[in-house]
Structures are given as structure tokens and as C-alpha cells.
């Protein structure tokens, strides 16, 4: 319907654009026709073109592209293999989402990305929540297993794996050793309180338990890029060479993934607006209140 | 009174009715049947039918049905095992409170809950508190007993169980080693105080109690499951079928309940609209202040 | 003098009455006289009748009486053995305060109460302290030795002993461990002081000498039901039987007490309107802020 | 000069007077005149006797006598003796400052007093303020030499010695332990610090010390006691019988005392107002904020 | 095109000019050049010189300079030292970044500078890092190594060094002991957080490694400097005769600099206008409120 | 300029006027000679003496002479040791200050002060910052070391001192075993910060670093005063007799002292009117907020 009114290129397939847009609401798609339209009459084109789409779905979501953002050779290889190490180790467990593209084209603060299918899943097991968070982990255990060397980019991945252990251990009560307690407070009063709700013997368990959960998630997701590192550089280079590839591309590596993943896509009436971006973050300079990460001058 | 002006269709029956609304108010009880008299006015029937009753009196409660939620197959068999292992629970205590209902109609926030009878108890003791602990944590002990893997969809359940362990030892003087004392400030003023009233030993003391208290208890229940299996799979199946089963239905499966719940029942004037409600809950994505659980994208 | 105006029926006991409003001043004695005067108007009595009096006088401090409260006739045994318990153990206690009556009337939160004759004592030593906490401590003491069973009705009791005995610990230097120190602040600016005003070794000192202290009055409170138990039976039977039992009736079964306690009294030229209510209390329901014992449901 | 104006009686003695009044500002002085003039003129006297003179030095000092308060003949004795423990010891200790008075008659919260005389000392030094520590302690232990028992009325003198102590390890740098340190802030910022400004290990010798110093100071007041049991006995007999004794009975009973007090007080050309003031605190009651010792019901 | 307008010296170099204004922006150097005017003009000269564009730069950049500080001529022999040690170890490391100029001018506060040519980096690998922190240490180390002494002038370096390491443990997971975890909150919401997100052991473990990493790094730049002592001591003679000194200095002192710096320069289109200035900070005395440091008095 | 329009005494010596003003503005020479002139006319002279001018100086810097104060002999030698213990300590240590009068003349709250020549350092290193603390401590170790006795009256030294080691270990990075690190925040964010920066383990090893340090300094302080005894005496009667001596009066003592402190001196173009002031503090009474040391009554 939103798209009706524009003058469309003939390359513009709608399957393959609809796949781009997975739980985009009517608002949304709206926003990208006349993004696109916008774009196209930029580059003074009478059509609008499928590159346009493309560009003004990654205009909505990621924010307007910066090119200025200088990227060196060296720094562009680790960006490669540090997304295609998500990408890699994503598709070898079978609970972590299916992906959808990744990419190295720099957005906002972010270098690189890889996108996901949102499942709408309503229940998740240990077994989830371990395979999420080892393929959050495949980044950076891709520059450890290619490059020996491990850098700044994976704060944010970092931040969100300890985040996720921390709930399975303090709240979701998932762990063998804090048992099935939760420090959850849905009432809201945890706010004024100015101490943790245990003592600090209790802290330290939660501390060790947290640190073996990611320590094993970690050399998990380094043992499934040691054993698929030839189909890691194959993809690492498509990258650097497309700087975007697809499911398509994927699958001509990787072969049909074994995991039953459609299953559940195709029982879907609805689907959120939610998507996964294990983004490889640049060093942040503007974030005013992290004075540590001064690290590029 | 209310229910007079209405024009009531045959298969409505005043007792059962009543049974589902225990301790409703006047006030609850209007607003029940306007808003069936509505249900049936959206549907363009004649007159209100019993299950415009039960769909009103569910509104009411647990607000308007989303039907939306997408649920899995096998997330609904969870769901299902879940609930039917509260029930079998609590049906198996003797301090647990009676069952009324048993759903897998998903609700706001809640894939399935249990109902119960609400007791207008002036005393509480240790067995009945921890009676009421095992049969909360029987949900999870259902998945655990049945799949051998737990979710998160326990968290409602672990946060009151915790609170309650919690309040034995610390409020209550019901634990042997912090034995006849009790830390709950009835002044309020300890509403500004930024520091535990007890030492870092005590706190380490009341951690462990309650951990052994709540581990104990889960472990009850799973005795309990196992020792119930069979009957636990034919509700956990006619969950599946009915989606809603009843006290009636229960009784068909476990035979009439041993212990003495009616006599307390009876001798009640007033009963209080409270009720208990151990609903598995779907994951959390909206509540912003609980950025952990960020597990279904 | 508030007497006068009001036309008193012939089992007006002035004498009775005065005993049963220690300390009232005279704006609380005309207040009595007032409701006395209500309570006899709504049962349209010509004349005010001594049970008008006590009605009022319990209204006064008590709140109106709630009969609406359903209490099991298994409740009402455990909180006639209670409050006996407290009669029975102050009654054995040298120092404890001399007993007005017990009821196990509900009042407000309150499911039954022993009441005490205040003292104007100017000077308390460790004696004095410790036979109050074993009497505060007796109620509980009394469910664990008939029942065997422990309840939460006791919460109000262990606010208070615990409290009591960390301000001998903390407060008046009559703890061996701790010494002739007082953490008390009369200057009132350790109100802004976020920490506790000594270490974390001091704070576990004092925690365990008040431990051993309550357990201690605690045990010593069972010991003394232990060897009375066939007068705390007798006294619980009553209990049940009238409701409300007053001195004269505890004479009946203890004997005159041994202990000089009138001595004091009879010195007293004014006496305040302080009286001690060991109340025991239901299970709290209203209170918001405490989530933890939602145990009645 | 402000003297003058009224009509005195032959018995009053401007000496005595004076002596009473140590560092009297003439504003004082003025305010006790007046004062006087009044109690005299309540009694219908033509003359402002030496007594008027008394109860206006009293009431301005102490606030107005409250004689409602009910002490027990057994409450008596122990304030004699408490009271007389405190001049007993400080007549002993070379350090102390010379006693003015010694009084039993109560006053606001206090049971009884020890006037001293106030020295204008500009340094002082350990054995000086362990004198001092010593004798506020001689309160307490006359109670535990004579009676064997300690009470709640030392709480103003312990909390005096607890800051006391604290303030002799942690600001003075008077603890070897602790070493030449202070952890005092002339610059006021410490208000907003919400931590201890040293470490836990640090709080905890700090505790170790304080104690071990007032526990030896406690134990040299018992000595000096036990040493003079009979002269304790003789003072706290003529203070049952007279009340208030001065300085006078004191050197009867003890003689001259061998220190060279009079030789600072000499020097002085200006004497301040202020004087120390050991009470014996009956149960505090009226205090809000201290609800742990309610003893007195 | 800012430069235009100006009449120029001969002597003014354009290639050199742009070499000392890495970065700067259209706007800067604008300023840049009217504010050389104005030098020129305050000296009454009929053309803009060399020297008054290189003061112009330095009081955009550093403030006016301040002459009227006092620095006696040992001073002066640490400073350069200091700063030589800078230069001398940051041009000894391959990650640190390339010098553009050393001062031993005093500028504000700051005694000395190194000036840094701003590398646009995205990302950063823990080498990046070590070297980062090495060279900030190096200052220091040269006052040890030369002196056998050393000062309060490196707490910029310490602060900045302390933070650094910290990021590097608990921001970026760069640590072997505290792992793949992360303690940044991008969400803000730790603002308000009035603990540690982790417990005592976890911070002990955090101390150690950020300590051993600092020790490391400082020990490294103490070897580099004494392997090159005899070049450092070069380049302090030079700084105290000179004053300031740039790279075509330092290259003839050291040689070419190996390492491949140009080739990232080279790559760049866009040039922040970040430097980093290693200063030896004078002692701080108008910051009140550090009360620390009144150390020149 | 100042000084003309007055009528100066012949005594004048506008050198050794000078000299007593280190540092002093324009502006704070024009209001001593203001303030001299007042003096004088107060005493009605025709001329401005000397002595005016010195009482002009001591006015404006200490404030005006309180001689209302008493002090006892006693007291008095205790202060003039005290403050002779600065003068010997500082003498005898290369990098202490240059002392410009002693004087044990009361103003304020001081009872003696040791007048230091301000030298602008822009470097401390930490043999300048432990001879500083040395002598700081001077005082007391002086009363230990003569008296065999110490007192409340280094309260103002004891907290500088403290100070200062914090910083050398805490700020400076300044101690072996806390190594090269700074906890310092230039940023002033760690002003909202309510947690120590580092664990209890590292706070306690700092704990001990300054407590290690800081009675290392106490003793070389009082081994330098042993060792010199006889001077230290000679001073103190100086002292005692002439309440005030000066530089000249230290060299006759002691001698020239060996160090080259006027060649710092006399480099310098400008100095601040920073000067340190050792006093020996009299028992503070006023300062509400310590309400610790009410040791004078």
C-alpha cells in the first residue's frame, strides 16, 4: 500500500525488501518509502531504486550513515572477523537467534553489526540463555582466535553478556548455587535501598558463579570458531570484500543450517519490532561521564 | 440483586458463578455484569450467556484477553506442565490453600496461572508457610521433573517465595539459628536507615537459613511430582485440551482432597477478595528497570 | 466528678472501675464516661451499666471492638495459650509488671492482649530487664511448649524483646562483651550518620551477645511454663471459656503473688497513663510496606 | 552591685554565695537576683533569704524542681550511692576537678548531681582525661561495688566516657595503637563523607582500644571504691539524710584533699560558666527517637 | 585562506605552520591567525612573524603564557627530565602515539608539556593500551632513574595512568582474572547506584590486577630509560637549553622513529582536534578542595 | 609608599620590617601601617614605633591579642617546649622551612605558633614532604621527650600531618606498596561518590602505609630532639622569658644553619603570602560539632 504510490525501479523485489523488514509496523514502512523516495531524489533519479530501500531502512534503524569515520586496513580486518565470529558462532548453536545480514559499514558509534530475526519467544530455558550469550561472545573470541590479540570493541557485547548472567543468577534463579532464589523486586521498592539485598558472602558466590558461566560461554564459542576456522575467514573475507552480506551468503558457507528455526517464524501472527545488533563498537569519545576510554589521541 | 435486571440465558447457573467470584464485593460484582451484559452486546446476542459471565468476571481480573501472544507448541506444554505442577502441589499439602481454577489462557503478563481459595487465616505457623513455600515452587519443580530444564518463567514465583523465606527468618523469629528475634520496625523509621540493623555475620547467617529453607522446599516438591507423575501428566494433558479445568476436574483425578479445608471455610461470615494467583509469566520485555532479562529478541 | 451527671446502675463499682483505668487522667476519665454514656444510649438502657464502662474503656484505648474478624476455634486455642503464657510467666517473674486482666478479645490488629499495671520506676537494673523480655517472650513460649508449634503471631513481641535487648547491649552498657560503652547519642546528630559508629567486629560482638541474651530469657521462659503447665492450662481453659480474666481470677489459680509489688504502688502519688499491651497479633495484612508476610491468603 | 537593691536576710552569706556560683556571668548573677526576689515573694517574705537564694541558683541551673516524681526509698539509695561514687572517686584521682556540690534531689531527667568546680585548663593530657573518664565511671561502680548490680542510670555517664574515649583514639593521637594520627576535620567536609575515613581493620582497633581504655578506667573506679567503701558509705548516708552536701562535708569526711587545686583556680582572673554536671538519669520516656528503653511501664 | 589578509614575514612557513596545528579546525586556526595579529601588533611590527603565529598557537592552546611563576634551576633540570622521559619512552613504544613537540615552558599549572600527534584510532587492543600507560609513566620514571627521587609533579600522569587501568580491567574485559565481564553501564542507571556492582572479593581482585599492570608498565618505562639513558640526557640538555623541542630534534638525537606512524596519518581524511598533553603538573595550591597538598608553604 | 605620610620613630628599621612581612601585597602593607598608626594613637604617641608596626603585623595575621586567656605556669612551659620542638626539628632538617619567630603569645584558639618563611616550590619530592611532616611533629615529640607525657594540644599538628601521608600514599602515588597509582579525581565527580574508590583490603594496606609512616617521622623527630636536648632547653627559656624570638635569636643557639635556603630565596621575583603556622592549639570548647573534647570544665 505505501509503496503504490512511488515509481519503483524494476529491481526493487518486494520479497526480498520485506525480508529487510522483519516486524517493521505500517508506520515504519511508511517512514522507509518516503525515506527512500528522499534518498532517490537526492541522487536526482526518477525511480526509486532498491539500493535507495536499502539505504533508508539502514537510515531509520541505524541512524544516518557517517562516512567521514576513518577506518584503517588493519582496523577494517579485525571489524571483519570480529562480526563474522558472531555470525559464525550464531549459526553453529542451535538456540541463538537465526541472523539475517552483517555488516562492517560503520553507523553512529557503531563499526559493525549483525542482524537477527526476532523470535518471539515468551519462555527461555538455561540452554537459550547460554547459547545467546556465547554468540554474543563470538566476537571477540574471533579476534582472540585470529589475531592472538583482543581490543576495546567488545564493550558493548560485554556489558550485555554480564548483564544476562547476572539475571540468570540473581533473578531468574538458574544457578546451582544461589538455587532457586530471586532478588527480583517487582514492586519497585529496590530503588530506595542502598544496599545489595544479601550479604556480601552471598556477593562473592554470585561473583564466582557469574564469572564461570561467562568463562565457559567464552571458550565455548573459541572452540566453535577453532573447529569452523576456514568457513570463519571465508566469511570474514566476503565482508571485507561486500562490506554487507546476507542469509544467502551464509547459507552458500555454512550450508541449510540443521536447527529447526523456521518452526517457529512460521507460527507467527505478529512480530515486534525487536532485533538483535552484536555491534562492533568504536572507541566512545563524546560519552562525557566514561572518563577511562580515552584511548584515541 | 445485580444480576436481575439482565436477561439471563438458561445455561447460566447462580452457584457456579459464585464459586468463581469468592469474596467479591457488591461493587465487583456490578461491574462483572455490566461488563457481561457488554461481552454479549459485542457479540450482538439476545441475553448474556455463562461464558459472557466467565469472560467478564476474567476481564475483570486479569484484564482484557490478548489473544495476540504468540505461544509455541512447546512453550504451551511448559506452560501447561508448569500449572498443573502447582496444582499438583498444593493439592498434595495440607496447609496449602484450596484450588479453585487451573488456566493456560494467557493474561497481561501471565501465560497461566493457579487459582485459589482465599482463607481468611488470623494465624500463620511454620508448617503452613512452608506448605504454601513448596506448593509455589512447584511449578518450576514440574519443568525440572518433566524436562529436566527450567525457564525463566518462574520468576514471579521465586521473588515471592524468597520474600516469604526472607520474612520467616528475619520478621518472623521462625528460624533456629537467628532464632526469637525479629528485625521488622513497626515505627517505620527504618524507612531512612541506609544500613542492614544486623552485622555482616548475621546477614551471612540469614542467607544461608533461607537458602537451605528454599531448597528444602523445592526439593519437596519435586518428591511430591514424582511420587505423582502420572497424575500430574493427565492434568498437565487436560490443561492442554481445556485450557481451563476446574476444582471438579481436579477431584476427578486426584479423588476428594484428605484434609479438612471446608470446615474453615464454613465458618467464615466474610471473605476477603483476596486471592492467591501462581501465574508462569511470559518474559518481561516492557518494564524497563529490569534490563537483564533482554532474552527473547 | 465525671461520675456524677450520668445515672449509674447499681452494679457500678467504683472501685472495680478505678482499677481498670490506672493512671487515666481526668480528660481520659471523662472521655470513658462519655462513650460509657453512648455504648448505653445505642442499646437504648436507661441507665449506664458496668459493662457499658468496660466497653467503653477497652474502645478508648483499643479502637472499636471488630467482631466481624473470623477467628477458628484451633485460633482462638493458640491465642488463649499465648496470652495465658505471658500471664503466667510474668506472674512467676520477681520483677515483671503487675497483670490488670487478659483477653483474647480481637481488638484492631490485636487477637488478644495481657495487660499490666504500670510502674513509675525511676531506675531499671538487669534484672528487671531481662524478667520483662522473659514475659514479652512468654506468649511464644507457651505455643511452643503445648503445641510444639511455633506461629507468626508473635512478631510484635519479638519487635519489642529485640529491641529491649540490643539497647542493654548497645545502649546501656550491661553486657560483659561490650562493656561500660553506650552507642547512644543525645545530641541526636548521629541521625545524619550513614554507618554504624563501630566496626564490623563490634556489630558481630553485639549481635551474638544479644542473641544469647533473648534465647536465654527464651528458654528460661519455657522452663518456667514447662513446671506451671497444669496452671497455664488451667488459665488458657478459662481464657477460652470467659474471654476476659481479671487479676482476681489469676489469684484464684497462681495464689496471691509473693513478690512486694504493691509496696511500689502504694508510694505512687501520680501515676501516668503508660501501660504495657502484649499484644498477639494476626497475621498483618494492610500494612504495605511490609510485602513479605502476605501469609493469609 | 546587683545585690544591693533588695532587702536581704541576716543569714546571707555573700562568700557562700559566690562560691555557688562559679563563673557567673553578671547577667547570671542579675537573673539568680531577680529570681530570688520571686521565691521569696511566692512565700510572702518580707526578706530574700539565704534559702531563695539556693532555689534560684537551682531553678536557673537545673530548671524548676520537679517534686511529682515518685522515687522509691530502695531508687533512693541507689542515687545516694551512685552520686556518692562519683565524689568519692574524684576526690581520689589527682586530676579530677574539685567537686562543688553533691546533690539527690531530682531535677528535669536527672535523679541527682556532682557539681564541679570549672578549671579554664588550656592543655590537657592523658592521665588527665583518664582521671576524668575515671571518675564519671565512680557512678556506675559504687552501684556494681555495693550493689552488685548495674542500672540504666548511667547512661549519660557512659555515653560521656564513650565519646570521651573515642575522642582520646581518634582525634588526639593519645593511643599507641592507633599512633600519632587524627582522623578530625577542622574543615567541616567530613559532614558529606558517608564512609569512615579509614579502613574496617582501622575500626576495629579503634574499638579494641576504646574498650580496653574504658574497662581499665572502669576497674580503677572500683578499686578506689572497694579502698574506701567506708567514707562511700558515710557520704551516701548523710546525702540520704541531708540531700545535698558541699564541699565542706566532703573534708569532713575525707579531710583535706592533698592536691594542689586551689593553686590553678588562683590564677584565674576570668572564669567561665561552664561546669560538668554528672547525672544520674532516671528512664528516659519523653524521648522519642530512643524507643528501645521503655523500662518504666 | 585565513592567512590571506595578513601581511606576512617572510620567515613564516606554511608547511611548518600546518605541522603544529594537527586538527584544528577552520574556526581554530582563524583564531589562530587574528590572534598572532594582535601579538604582532602588541610589538609593534609592521608584519606577522614566525614566531608571533607560534605564540599565537600556544595561547589558543595552553592559555597566556604565565612568566611570573618562579622555578628555580633544579627545578627546572626535573621538569626537563621528566618531560624528556615522556618523549623518550613514548618514542621507544610502537603503539604510543607520535610527539609532535616538548616544553619545559610553564603554562596554567602545567610546568611542562609533551604534545602528541592525535591518532584517529577505532579501536584499541590491550598493546595500544600498555604502551598508552607506559609513557604516561614515563615522566616519572626519568625523575627515578636520574634522580633516584621522586615528586608530587606526576599526579596528573598517576590519576590519569590509575584510570586507565581500571577501564581496561573492569570497562573492557582486557584483565585474565576478572575475565569477559564488563561493570560499564551504558544505561546510565548506576548513576544512582550507591554500591559496587560486585562484591568485596571481586573489588580485592580488581586492586591487585590494576596495581600489577600499573607496576609492570612502570618498571618497562624505567628499562627503556635505562637502556637510553645517555639519549634521554641528550634530550634534556637540549630542553633546558632550548626550552622547546620538536620532532626534527628528537629525530636527530633517536633516528628515524621504526615504527610504520605516517602510514595511519596518511589514511586519514579528517583530524579531531584531540591531543594529548603529558604534563608535569605544578604543585596544586588555588584547588581548595584538595587539602592535601599544601606542600609550598 | 606606604610608610611616608606617617611619622615614623627612629627605632624603625624598615629592614627588619621587611623581613617580618614576607610576602606581603601592597594592599596588606598599607593596613598594617594603618593599623600601626591606630596603635600608636591608641597609646598616644606622636611617633609609630617599632613595637607598633610588630602589633600592627601580629593584628593583622593572628588576630587581635586575646591576653584574657589564662594560662598556668605549668601550661605555659608545656607550650613554650612544644613550640621549641617545631624551631629544633625544623633547624636541624634539610628541606623544612626556614623559620622567621617563634612566640608562645596566645591569639584565637592558638596558645604558640612557629612562623615559617613560605618558599614558592613548584616540585615537592618525598624527602621534602617527610621532613615537613618531621616537623610538624616536632611539638610533640618535644613534650614526650622532656615531659614523658603528651597532650590534646597537637590536635591541629596531628591532622595536618595525617593529612598529608594520606596524600603522599593515596594522591602522590608516593608509597612502595600502594605503587604508582592515584586515586585523586581531578574531575570533581568522585564528590557524589559514596563508596572508597578501592576495596577494604587496599584501604587497610593504606591504613597501615601512613600509620608506618607517619610514626617513623614521630621518631626522627624525637631522636633529632634527644640529640640536641640542651638547645632544645635553651630555646624553650628563651621562649619562656622573652615570649617572642626571632631568627637571630635561633642562629645564636644553633648556629648558622647549614642548608641553602636563601638561595631559593633569592631567586624568587615574587612571593605568595602563603605561610605555615604550627600552632599548639588550646582545648577547642566552641566548635559545636566536636563535641568530643569538653575536657576543660
Redesign the interface.
Known sequence: MHIRPLKLAKDVDLDFFAKQTPGFSGADIANVCNEAALVAARKNKQEVEKQDFLDAIDRIIGGLEKR??????Q?KK??AFHEAGHATVSWMLQYA?PLVKVTIV?RGKS?GAAW?L????????????LD?ITAT?GG?AAEDVVFG????????D??????????MVV????NDK????????????S?YS???P???????T??QE??LL??KA?NRAKEILTAHKDKLEQLANQLLDKEVIFREDLERIFGQRPFEEHT?AE????IST???DES?Q??I?ENE?????????
Open positions: 567521514t569515520k576513518i577506518i584503517s586496513a582496523e579485525i571489524i537467534a560503520p563499526l537477527y526476532p523470535e518471539e519467544r515468551q519462555i527461555t530455558n538455561t540452554d537459550q540463555l545467546e561472545l571477540r590479540k583482543i581490543s576495546t570493541g567488545a564493550l558493548n560485554l556489558e550485555r553478556t554480564t548483564k544476562q548472567a547476572y539475571a533473578y531468574y534463579g538458574l544461589v538455587g532457586n532464589l530471586s532478588y527480583y523486586d517487582s514492586s519497585g521498592q530503588e542502598f544496599n545489595k544479601y550479604s556480601e558472602k552471598t556477593a562473592e554470585i561473583d557469574v564469572h561467562v568463562e567464552y517457529i507460527n507467527k501472527e505478529n525487536d532485533e538483535r562492533f568504536a572507541n569519545t561521564d566514561v572518563n577511562y576510554e580515552e584511548s584515541d589521541n
